[in-house]
């Protein structure tokens, strides 16, 4: 069975960084996509980055690129989220997911999701 464990989230002030790790149980992941998705209070969950165990293509979502940036170490199982000079805009809830094959931007093509972890930006 499939375990994702997130962990790194925090209070920051807005200018600073902050790296998620969600570590990874279960399974091989090698033929596996593991993502990252955020939700902030009454909004829907919205897709920040995808990587590919295997390869390491990522994808992420246009509004973040250069800001945030997705690795994995593979010999930890571990996938990681590094966010750079955040904005009060992007405290949410951050998830990790994973699923089969490659990476995609729907959460609904995720069948395995983590508990979440709470980021707090203050201006």
């Known amino acids: 069975q499939v375990q994702l464990v997130e962990s790194g989230g925090g209070l920051v002030q807005a200018g600073e960084s902050l790296r998620l790790s969600c570590a990874a149980s279960?399974?091989?992941?090698?033929?596996?996509?593991m993502a990252w998705f955020r939700q902030a209070p009454g909004k829907e969950r919205e897709f920040v980055a995808a990587i590919t165990w295997s390869a390491g293509t990522t994808y992420y979502a246009d509004s973040l690129k250069g800001r945030f940036t997705i690795s994995r170490d593979k010999s930890k199982n571990t996938v990681y989220l590094q966010m750079n000079s955040l904005k009060p805009e992007d405290t949410a809830v951050y998830y990790c997911?994973?699923?089969?094959?490659?990476?995609?931007?729907?959460?609904?093509?995720?069948?395995?999701w983590g508990q979440g972890t709470q980021v707090t930006v203050s201006s």
């Open positions: 279960g399974r091989t992941f090698s033929n596996y996509a």
């Open positions: 997911a994973a699923r089969l094959n490659i990476g995609s931007r729907y959460q609904y093509d995720y069948a395995y």
